[in-house]
């Protein structure tokens, strides 16, 4: 969670939210959310655990480099 | 009942005390009906504003408040955002319990002091960020 928030510090283009499942079981269905911690970044980008820093930071550059949903072919 | 036992609240004044630099906004979004965890989500923002003068809770209705909820497009509740010199864009949907509690502390200090703790070499690779990026980190109580 720290690193998804310092990401959100760091650029105004990013921002981060902590959800708690348990309060939101539509997103849990809706991201199927079996294990904890899960990020979504944009949409497109999922995964499950903690990761490092540079992993973290990979998934999120991914994300931003897909174009958004609804410009794909 | 206080959520924050006194030994603790004593700890976290102390640190807060100490590092805290410009003032933080928690800005909370809740609504009366329907939202089983919004009292206690409430209770917590207002225990956390009581540790340090330099934090000030401002508490808007889900429902009623319609600017503030467009303005930090708030989609559901309760919400928390913290705010410093200007919205980061760090929200915290449901209760931030156990270690998400931690992490709430520690955002609060970042955001007052401007800076966080991310890696140079991370720091310099999210400079190359031009689209939008919307992160969802989904948790459960600890």
């Known amino acids: 969670m720290r690193l998804a928030h310092q990401m959100a510090m760091e650029h105004d283009l990013i921002t981060a939210d902590m959800v708690e499942v348990q309060e939101f079981p ?3 269905q809706k991201y199927n959310i079996y ?19 540079a992993v973290f930071l990979g998934k999120v550059l991914q994300a931003a480099e897909a174009k958004p949903e609804g410009e794909k072919k | ?8 609240r004593d ?12 003032p933080v906004k928690l800005v909370f979004f809740t609504q009366e009906l329907e939202c089983e965890t919004c009292h206690i989500a409430g209770q917590l923002a207002q225990e956390v504003a009581a540790l340090s003068d330099k934090i000030e ?16 497009k708030i989609d559901k509740i309760p919400a928390l955002v913290i705010e410093g010199d200007k919205d980061y864009g760090i929200r915290y949907y449901g209760m931030p319990s156990g270690y998400e509690f931690t992490s709430l502390i520690e955002d609060i200090v970042d955001v007052s002091r401007q800076s966080n703790r991310l890696s140079p070499k991370t720091k310099e690779a999210l400079q190359k960020v031009t689209n939008p990026v919307h992160i969802q980190v989904f948790v459960t109580p600890t």
């Open chain 2, 57 to 72: 809770l401002v508490t808007y209705n889900f429902v009623v408040d319609k600017e503030p909820v467009a303005k930090y």
């Open chain 1, 26 to 28: 539509f997103l849990a």
């Open chain 1, 35 to 53: 294990g904890v911690p899960k990020t979504v970044v944009n949409e497109t980008v999922h995964f499950e655990g903690a990761v490092p820093e």
């Open chain 2, 11 to 22: 700890l976290l004044k102390d640190k807060l005390a100490k590092e805290l630099a410009s």
């Open chain 2, 1 to 8: 009942m206080p959520l924050l036992k006194d030994k603790d």
